[in-house]
Every structure is written in structure tokens, then in C-alpha cells.
């Protein structure tokens, strides 16, 4: 067995802030403070935690020889050997085992969500991933599943919207991830990913702004539609369209003139402008429709 600090990084305890897309739904109906309600997303949270660390654990066994060669995933359990390939096959069934099963007791359109998630990455994993295009759609829907995950679990409606936003929001991250892998291609020689060779950076900028550009539209559309004005008694939300705008932007810049997207999760952990824009983005939606609108 590894080192504790070994495990928890294999199980990429970092990156259940992923997950937090499972409240998306619930924070958007106006139901946060629905304590039952928030109590089943939490328990879907810390399941779809467990199902994302049996994926991770998947791709780093299925990865090991690539993430050797790479200047930052060498330093993985798996890659970099302080964690053994059996104590991985043991940590990725057993967590697969119990999210299926808990999952299964929660609500069954969980549980088939969780095994679309499953089977979704365990293809990937295993050949997809090295198809252009089509590796960028599938981590993106991966994203939207979470999204619907906490729409099913806390028992609220999907607005069409949050189903859009969060898929174009989930591909313009990886595509900057993306880019970033053929900057370190372009520096040390390696290919570090098998669908990078299919791009390269003219097209990455290209669709990274038509990207951009269409998030920022479907989210001005959302907030000012007459669904949402109506549902929320407010057409004040356009207001928080600013820290939208301002998080892409900052995003960009990281990604373009930085050069620095290759880790999403440590972004998001690190970036105080990212954290501002966050920060301001849920207190100007919450008190738009939680304060003001009471």
C-alpha cells in the first residue's frame, strides 16, 4: 500500500470539485435551503465521488506509460510507482462496486446515470479518447450528466438552458486543456495525448472564441428569457452576466497568453481573479433570487 497522501492523490480528491455541478440544479430552482432536498444531493455528491475516483484510477492504470513521459503526471501514484497497480485494481472496484450499489438504493434513474458515466469513461479509457472530436464531446457530456444527476436526486426540473451552458462551458474548458497539451508538445517533442496530434492551435483559438462567444450569448439569452423572468419574478438576473463574462475572459487569458490550462482544478483552487468572479457570480444570483425576490 502507498503512502495515505499517495492514495488520496489517486483517487484525485481534488477533483470532486467537479461534482459540485450536482447543485447546479437545485441552486438554480431556488430550493437550496430545502434541507431534505440538499440532504439527497449531498449523498449524490459523495456517490459520484466515489464513481469519478474508480474512472480516475481506470485512466491512470490505462495511462501509466504515457503519464511517465509527462513533465507534471509523472509525478502520479501510478506513474511515478509509490502506489502498485494491485492496491490500484482493488481502490477502482472497490469504489465502482459501492457507488453502483448506493446509487441503485438512492433512486434507479441514478443509478443509471452513474452507470452511463461509467460506461461513457470506461470507453474512453479504453480507445475513445484518442479520437478527435469526439474526446472533447465525451468528457463535456460527462459534465451533463452531473448536472442531470442533481436535477434527478433533488427531484427538480433541467431547464434546457443549464443543460446547454454546462456542455459548452465543459468544452470550452477541455479544449483550452487541450491546447495546452500541444504547447508542451511543441516544447519537449513528447505526445503527451494521442487525439492532440488531430489539432493544433489555430484551430484550438478558433473554436475557443466561437466557444466563448456562444456561452456568453446562451447565458445573456437565459437570464432575459420570459421562462426564467417568470419562474424567478426578476428581470434583474442579466446583472450577473458581467462576472460571466469577466471569468471567461480571465480563462482565456490564462490559456492564451499564460499558457497555463493544462489543470482546470488547480485553476479553480488557485486563480484569485477566478475565485472574484465566482465569488461575485453566486452572490449576485443568490441574492437576485433568494433576497431581493423574497
Request: a neutral charge.
Amino acid at each position: 500500500m502507498g503512502k495515505v497522501g499517495d492514495i488520496i492523490q489517486l483517487i484525485r480528491v481534488k477533483q470532486w470539485v467537479k461534482n459540485v455541478f450536482l447543485f447546479i440544479p437545485i441552486f438554480f430552482a431556488g430550493e437550496i435551503f430545502d434541507v431534505d432536498k440538499l440532504l439527497m444531493v449531498l449523498s449524490g455528491f459523495a456517490i459520484y465521488s466515489m464513481c469519478a475516483s474508480a474512472v480516475y484510477i481506470l485512466n491512470d492504470i490505462k495511462d501509466v506509460d504515457l503519464d511517465r513521459i509527462h513533465p507534471e503526471k509523472s509525478k502520479r501514484p501510478l506513474a511515478s510507482g509509490a502506489v502498485s497497480m494491485v492496491t490500484a485494481y482493488i481502490l477502482y472496484t472497490s469504489f465502482l462496486i459501492f457507488s453502483l450499489l448506493l446509487s441503485f438504493l438512492i433512486d434507479i434513474n441514478f443509478f443509471i446515470i452513474i452507470m452511463a458515466y461509467m460506461l461513457i469513461n470506461v470507453a474512453y479509457s479504453m480507445g475513445l479518447k484518442k479520437i478527435s472530436i469526439l474526446d472533447l464531446m465525451m468528457v463535456s457530456i460527462g459534465f451533463v450528466l452531473r448536472v442531470i444527476a442533481g436535477g434527478v436526486v433533488a427531484d427538480v426540473s433541467l431547464s434546457h438552458w443549464l443543460i446547454i451552458m454546462t456542455f459548452l462551458l465543459s468544452l470550452f474548458i477541455v479544449l483550452a486543456k487541450r491546447r495546452d497539451d500541444l504547447v508542451e508538445f511543441k516544447n519537449s517533442g513528447k505526445v503527451l495525448r494521442a487525439s492532440s496530434q488531430h489539432y493544433n492551435l489555430d484551430y484550438i483559438h478558433s473554436i475557443l472564441t466561437m466557444l466563448s462567444a456562444i456561452l456568453i450569448t446562451a447565458y445573456i439569452i437565459y437570464t432575459v428569457s420570459d421562462d426564467i423572468q417568470q419562474q424567478f419574478n426578476t428581470d434583474d438576473l442579466y446583472l450577473t452576466s458581467i462576472f460571466v463574462i469577466a471569468g471567461v475572459m480571465r480563462y482565456i487569458q490564462i490559456t492564451m497568453v499564460e499558457n497555463n490550462s493544462g489543470f482546470p482544478t488547480s485553476i479553480l483552487y488557485k486563480d484569485r481573479f477566478i475565485h472574484f468572479t465566482l465569488l461575485g457570480w453566486l452572490l449576485s444570483f443568490y441574492l437576485i433570487i433568494y433576497v431581493l425576490n423574497v
